[in-house]
C-alpha cells in the first residue's frame, strides 16, 4: 500500500531497509552534545561519524534512521529562505540508509530507486538523476543496471556532487535524485530548464542524496582509495512527503497544513489575508516546531550557543506573529499543535510538555516588553540612514540593537530587507568579538586590558629581557614549590620596587608553579618567601595576556624586585581541591551513564572544601538515583583507576571520544584526563585543572543537596576526601547527640523517635479538636448575638482562630446554620490581621457581594483580597485597625443594599 501521510512514510522507509537487512537506529539528540565542532545534529550520519572513520565497531554494517536535524550554523544555514521559500526549514527529520564497508553504489542507487518508485509508487518518469563527472560507475549503474534513460542521468561537478567531511579525510562522489514537477512548476524561465543549471528553480526538487565514501583526503589534496567505502544517504522526510502528497509546497503537506490552518483559526483570517501573510504563516509554523523540539530536547533560551540560536528563532516568530496580527503570547498553541501531532513517534515531547509550553510563553512575554522599543530605535537608525542616503546598517548599531534592545540580527536583517536595507554582518561580528573580549576582561575586576599598569609593567619586563614575549612562564603541575626571582610589585594600582608587612600586594614572578582559576576550580593559595620577607598568597590571577599576580598581603619584612624567592602553594588545600576535581570527572560520567547523555555540565565550582556540579536536566534526582550515583561514584573511588594525563591535538582528542565543554575555548594542543584504561577509559575529558593520580587518593564521595538553579538546570553539590570526613563525623556526632537526648541507643533512634511523632501526631490532633469545639462556641454566641442591617442578619466579629482555614470553616458554619444573612470573620495571626466574608445567595441577587465587601474592609486594615461573590478572603498589615474595620461592616452592607 502505498504510504500517504507523513507518519506512513517515515514508517514505510524504517520497514523497507529493515527488511533489506538494515539496523533501525534511533535518532541521537538533536543537540550535538558529543560534537564541539556543531550546536546541533544537522544530518543523520553524524552519529556514526566513528563508525565511518574505523574508530568504532558496532554490531551492524547496515543501518537506518529518521534523525532529527537542525541546520541554523555555518554552511548549513537555511534560516534567510524560511519563509520565502516553499521547501526550507530550520529543524527537519531526515530519513537516511547507512553501509559501513558492506554494500557500495550498486545496492545504493538499487534500494534508493526501489523505495521510491516501489514503496513511494513515485512515476518512475518524474525522477531525474545526477552523478559526479567523473563516476562512470554510478553513471553505468543508473543507465545499465537500473535502466534509466541515459538522457535523465547528469554528470555534474564538485560543487553539487563530491561530499567532503573536512579539508581532510573520507570524501567522495555524490549521486542526487530529483523530482520533476512539470514545466508548469518552472520558475527560471529558461527554454532548456534543467537540472543540470542548478539554478533553484522550482521545477526541480533534490529530494535523496547518495553519498559514496570512497577516497581519503591527505592534506596535500591527494586523494586514495579507503579499505572500506561507505555509504551515507540522506532524504529530508518533510520533501518526500510532498512529493508523495502531490504538494509542491512542504508547508501544504500534512506535517505543517494542520498547524496552518490553526493560525489561521486563531486570527481569524480569511483565505485572502492568510495567503497575503504567507511568509510570517511559515516562519511561525516551521520556527514554533523548531522551538518545541529544541526545548523538549533540553535547551534553554540564551545568548550563547544553543541558547542563542533558540532565544532568536521564538522572538524572530514573535517579531513576525505580532506582524500578521497576534498581539498575545501564541507560541505554546502552536507548540501544543505539534506535541498532539508528533508526540507518539517523539515521546519527548509529551514528556516535557509543561516545560515547553511555559518556557515558550516566558520568552515571548519577556521579548514583548522589549520588542516595541528595540523596533523604535530600529525605526529611528534607518531614518538616520535614510536620509544619509546611505543603505546599509553599520555592524556596531546592528549590535547595539541586540545587546541593549535584545533585537536579534536575523530580526534587525528581516526588517531591513523589508524596507530595502543590509547589514553589515562582518561589522556585527567584529562588534559582538569586542564586546566579547572586553566582557571577558571586565570580568577580572578593576583591572584593564592594553595600557594598563600590568601590560606596561609586562613590556618592560620584555624590553629588559627579563621575560620573554610570552611572559610568566606558567606551571602548576610539575610540583608545589619553585625557586623563581620577584620581577614586578604592584601596590596601590602601582608599579613599585618594593613592599612591607602590611602592604597589600601583587607579587609578579619569573616563573610560577601557582594554579590560576579556571574551569570552575580555584586558585591556589600560599606564600612567597625571601630571605628576610614573606607574602600571605590569597589569590592567583591573569589580569593581562602574559601576566600572573600573586595577590596577597606582605605579613613579614620586606619584598622587593629583584630577590630571589621561594613560591610555596598551600599543598594541603590543593590535594583537597585535587580530589574534588577528579571527583566531578567521575561526577559527569556516571550522571550521563544514570539519566542520560543529554546531561552536559553547565557550571561548576571546585574548591577544597567542597564541589558544585550545575548539569543540564529537567527534573529532580530524587534521593534513590542521588544514592545509586553516589553508591557507583565510591565504587569507582574503591577500584583506584589510575587518572592519565596526555597531552595531544585537539582535533585528535576530540576524534578520539574526549568530553569538551560546550562554550569553552581550546588550543590545537589540549590537556586530556582519562580516569580507567588508557586504551578504553571509563572518562576522558580536555581538562587544565589539577588532579589526582588514582581515584583512590579521592577518599570518599558524599552528597550534601540536590536543587533547581535555573529552568532546565540541576544543580548538586558534594564533598569528598577530608569535607567527606568531617561530614560524615558532623552526621555522626549529631546522631549521638540525638540519641542522647532520646534516651535511647543509636540503634533505636528511628523506632524512638517514631513513637515520639506519633504522639505528638495525636496531642496535635487533639488540640486541634479543641480549638475547632472552641470555634463552634464562639460560632454560637455569635449567632445569638447577630444584628440586623435592613432586615438582614449580620455578624462582624473578630474570633480566635489559628488559621485562615478555621476563618473558612467558621464561615462555613455560619452560612450552613444562617438561611439568609452577612458574615465578617477576623482573625490576627503573626501581628497581621485576616478575614473571611459570607454572603448567602440570595442577598448576592441584592447586590451584596463577598468579594467586593471583604475588599472594602481590607483597604482599612492596610491590606487587599478577593474571591467569589458568596465567599472572599483577604489579608492586611495593621491589626490595629480591626476594631474600626469591623465597625464599617454594617455601613457597608447598608450601602450595597440600596
Not at 494542520?258 to 492568510?274: C, F, K, N, Y
Not at 590560576?516 to 593581562?544: H, K, L, N, Q, Y
Not at 595577590?551 to 581541591?577: S, Y
Not at 513513637?755 to 472552641?774: M, T
Request: aromatic share 8%; glycine share 10%.
Amino acid at each position: 500500500m502505498k504510504p500517504m501521510t507523513s507518519a506512513e512514510v517515515r514508517q514505510a522507509f524504517l520497514e523497507f531497509f529493515q527488511e533489506m537487512g538494515h539496523q533501525v537506529v534511533s535518532s541521537s539528540p538533536l543537540p550535538a552534545y558529543d560534537n564541539p565542532t556543531l550546536l546541533f545534529t544537522n544530518a543523520g550520519m553524524n552519529q556514526f561519524v566513528d563508525v565511518f572513520l574505523g574508530k568504532e565497531e558496532r554490531p551492524y554494517k547496515q543501518a537506518a534512521s529518521s534523525q532529527k536535524c537542525m541546520r541554523v550554523q555555518g554552511k548549513h544555514n537555511d534560516l534567510e529562505n524560511v519563509g520565502p521559500s516553499p521547501r526550507h526549514h530550520t529543524f527537519f527529520e531526515m530519513l537516511g540508509n547507512f553501509s559501513f564497508g558492506d554494500y557500495f553504489k550498486a545496492g545504493a542507487i538499487r534500494y534508493a530507486y526501489d523505495f521510491l518508485t516501489k514503496a513511494c509508487q513515485i512515476p518512475a518518469d518524474r525522477l531525474w538523476f545526477t552523478v559526479h563527472t567523473s563516476d562512470d560507475e554510478a553513471y553505468n549503474i543508473w543507465v545499465n543496471e537500473i535502466g534509466v534513460p541515459a538522457g535523465r542521468v547528469v554528470r555534474m561537478g564538485d560543487k553539487t556532487n563530491f561530499w567532503m567531511m573536512g579539508d581532510v579525510g573520507p570524501c567522495g562522489p555524490t549521486s542526487e535524485i530529483h523530482y520533476d514537477w512539470g514545466p508548469e512548476a518552472c520558475t527560471c524561465g529558461e527554454v532548456e530548464c534543467s537540472v543540470a543549471l542548478d539554478n533553484g528553480c522550482n521545477r526541480w526538487l533534490e529530494v535523496w542524496n547518495l553519498v559514496f565514501m570512497q577516497y581519503n583526503q591527505d592534506p596535500d589534496g591527494k586523494r586514495t582509495p579507503l579499505p572500506k567505502p561507505g555509504v551515507d544517504t540522506g532524504m529530508g522526510l518533510e520533501r518526500i512527503t510532498a512529493v508523495v502528497q502531490g504538494k509542491p509546497v512542504n508547508y501544504d503537506t500534512d506535517l505543517f497544513a494542520p498547524v496552518m490552518d490553526h493560525i489561521q483559526q486563531i486570527l481569524g483570517d480569511s483565505a485572502e489575508e492568510r495567503e497575503a501573510n504567507t511568509t510570517g504563516y511559515r516562519v511561525i509554523a516551521d520556527h514554533g516546531r523548531a522551538a518545541t523540539f529544541l526545548i523538549a530536547n533540553g535547551v534553554l533560551p540564551g545568548t550563547v550557543g544553543r541558547g542563542y540560536v533558540l532565544r532568536m528563532i521564538i522572538r524572530r516568530a514573535a517579531r513576525f506573529g505580532r506582524k500578521i496580527g497576534f498581539t498575545e503570547p501564541f507560541l505554546a498553541e502552536i507548540a501544543q499543535a505539534y506535541i498532539d501531532q508528533m508526540g507518539e513517534i517523539y515521546p519527548e515531547l509529551r514528556k516535557q510538555r509543561e516545560h515547553v509550553l511555559h518556557t515558550l510563553t516566558g520568552e515571548e512575554r519577556k521579548f514583548a516588553r522589549a520588542l516595541d522599543n528595540a523596533l523604535a530605535q530600529l525605526d529611528e537608525a534607518l531614518g538616520r540612514l535614510h536620509q544619509d542616503g546611505r543603505r546599509e546598517i553599520p555592524g556596531n548599531v546592528a549590535f547595539n540593537l541586540y545587546a541593549s534592545h535584545g533585537l536579534p540580527l536575523e530580526i534587525t536583517r528581516d526588517v531591513a530587507g523589508e524596507r530595502g536595507f543590509t547589514v553589515d554582518e562582518a561589522g556585527y561580528n567584529a562588534a559582538r568579538q569586542a564586546h566579547a573580549e572586553a566582557s571577558r576582561g571586565g570580568g577580572l575586576g578593576e583591572y584593564e586590558l592594553g595600557d594598563s599598569v600590568y601590560a606596561r609593567l609586562l613590556a618592560q619586563l620584555v624590553e629588559s629581557g627579563r621575560l620573554d614575549s610570552s611572559g610568566v612562564d606558567y606551571d602548576p603541575y610539575s610540583g608545589a614549590r619553585l625557586e623563581s626571582e620577584i620581577v614586578g610589585i604592584i601596590r596601590d594600582s602601582h608599579m613599585a620596587q618594593q613592599a612591607a608587612a602590611g602592604d597589600r600586594v601583587e607579587v609578579v614572578t619569573a616563573a610560577t608553579p601557582f594554579y590560576m582559576a579556571a574551569g570552575g576550580e580555584v586558585s591556589d593559595t600560599g606564600r612567597i618567601v625571601v630571605e628576610d620577607g614573606e607574602v600571605r598568597v590569597e589569590d592567583t590571577r591573569r589580569p593581562a595576556p602574559g601576566v600572573i599576580v600573586h595577590a596577597g598581603q606582605v605579613v613579614r619584612g620586606e619584598v622587593a624586585v629583584g630577590q630571589v624567592a621561594q613560591l610555596e602553594v598551600d599543598d594541603e588545600r590543593r590535594w583537597n581541591i585535587r580530589r574534588n576535581h577528579t571527583a566531578t570527572h567521575i561526577l559527569h560520567r556516571e550522571l550521563r551513564a544514570r539519566l542520560g547523555k543529554h546531561v552536559t555540565q553547565q557550571g561548576s565550582l571546585v574548591a577544597p572544601d567542597r564541589l558544585r556540579f550545575d548539569f543540564s536536566h529537567t527534573e529532580a534526582v530524587d534521593e534513590a538515583m542521588l544514592g545509586e550515583i553516589e553508591e557507583t561514584i565510591n565504587e569507582t573511588i574503591l577500584a583506584n583507576r589510575p587518572v592519565n594525563i596526555e597531552y595531544m591535538p585537539q582535533k585528535e582528542a576530540v576524534s578520539a571520544g574526549a568530553m569538551a565543554l560546550f562554550g569553552e575555548k581550546y588550543g590545537d594542543i589540549v590537556r586530556t584526563i582519562k580516569i580507567g584504561d588508557p586504551d578504553k577509559p571509563y572518562s576522558f575529558e580536555l581538562c587544565g585543572g589539577l588532579h589526582v593520580s588514582e581515584t583512590g587518593d579521592i577518599g570518599l564521595f558524599y552528597f550534601t543537596g540536590e536543587e533547581a538553579v535555573a529552568a532546565g538546570i540541576r544543580r548538586v553539590e558534594a564533598v569528598t576526601g577530608r569535607g567527606a570526613l568531617a561530614y560524615v563525623n558532623e552526621r555522626l556526632a549529631a546522631l549521638e547527640r540525638v540519641a542522647q537526648r532520646l534516651n535511647a541507643p543509636v540503634a533505636e533512634v528511628e523506632t524512638r523517635l517514631e513513637a515520639l511523632l506519633a504522639e505528638n501526631r495525636a496531642l496535635q490532633k487533639e488540640v486541634a479538636q479543641l480549638r475547632r469545639n472552641q470555634a463552634k462556641s464562639q460560632m454560637d454566641g455569635l449567632l445569638a448575638s447577630m444584628q440586623q442591617v435592613n432586615g438582614v442578619s449580620l455578624v462582624a466579629a473578630r474570633v480566635e482562630v489559628a488559621d485562615m482555614d478555621g476563618l473558612r470553616e467558621m464561615a462555613d458554619w455560619f452560612r450552613d446554620r444562617v438561611p439568609s444573612g452577612v458574615a465578617v470573620l477576623a482573625a490576627v495571626k503573626d501581628e497581621k490581621p485576616m478575614l473571611v466574608v459570607a454572603v448567602t445567595e440570595d442577598l448576592v441577587q441584592r447586590g451584596v457581594r463577598a468579594d467586593a465587601l471583604v475588599r472594602d474592609v481590607a483597604g482599612i486594615v492596610g491590606g487587599g483580597g478577593g474571591g467569589r461573590p458568596t465567599l472572599a478572603q483577604a489579608g492586611g498589615r495593621d491589626a490595629s485597625k480591626l476594631p474600626q474595620a469591623l465597625a464599617a461592616v454594617p455601613g457597608l452592607v447598608e450601602k450595597a443594599l440600596s
